[in-house]
């Protein structure tokens, strides 16, 4: 997922697992200064109707992310609160 928030910019690249574990990186980029952090955790999803899922992330750092997602097809979702989508990438 890319995104700008104010001056940050970034992407982040997420492997979910169906043992309830995911990892990644996330990209930030601040006045031409770049930064790459790996992050784990875990992941819940929680069905809300036949097209939208809840999901919680917990990082093993203690903190917790949350959002609702739709389900647009097979390989992409999108965040309405947050206007994003996101795209599986199969590999």
Do not use: C
């Not at 104010?6 to 990644?24: C, H, N, P, V």
């Not at 790459?36 to 809840?54: P, S, Y």
Request: aromatic share 14%.
């Amino acid at each position: 997922m890319q995104q700008k928030n104010g001056e940050i910019e970034g992407g982040s690249y997420m492997d979910y697992f169906d043992t309830g574990r995911f990892e990644g990186v996330v990209d930030q980029f601040f006045q031409g200064q770049g930064r790459r952090v790996k992050i784990r955790g875990t992941w819940e999803a929680t069905r809300l109707a036949k097209d939208k899922f809840a999901l919680a992330v917990n990082f093993d750092g203690g903190d917790v992310w949350q959002g609702n997602f739709r389900i647009v097809d097979q390989n992409h979702i999108h965040n309405p609160a947050e206007n994003y989508d996101a795209v599986r990438v199969l590999r």
